[in-house]
């Protein structure tokens, strides 16, 4: 499975940033798909995901902030981020749970920066 993220970048304090995600490959079935992050010298923490029936999930620091979504495109998740903090920086990673050609587990993609600057 290759995940190609978009729609990092920079933005100020209480600004808003929409990231997407597109899962590709020899998919067999997908469970859920969502966001994960890295900050610089911490562990990479859940974000949100979103189930196959559309049932979304949400770090609790997350909730009210930001939007975890899917549309009509198969295997697409978005995340739309608002009153961004400080804290919110991070690397970004998609992530995709499910079976490619009979390998059932996790896949990740490369991630995507976002810098939240005061």
């Known amino acids: 499975v290759q995940l190609q993220a978009s729609g990092g970048g920079s933005v100020q304090v209480g600004g808003s940033l929409n990231l997407s995600c597109a899962a590709s490959?020899?998919?067999?079935?997908?469970?859920?798909l969502g966001w994960f992050r890295q900050a610089p010298g911490k562990q990479r923490e859940f974000v949100a995901t979103?189930?196959?029936?559309?049932?979304?999930d949400y770090a609790d620091s997350m909730k009210g902030r930001f939007t975890i979504s899917r549309d009509g495109t198969p295997y697409t998740v978005h995340l739309e981020m608002s009153n961004l903090k400080p804290e919110d920086t991070a690397v970004y990673y998609c992530?995709?749970?499910?079976?490619?050609?009979?390998?059932?587990?996790?896949?990740w993609g490369q991630g995507t920066l976002v810098t939240v600057s005061s």
């Open positions: 979103i189930s196959d029936n559309g049932y979304p």
């Open positions: 490959g020899s998919i067999d079935y997908m469970r859920a």
């Open positions: 992530w995709f749970l499910g079976s490619a050609q009979g390998a059932v587990g996790d896949y």
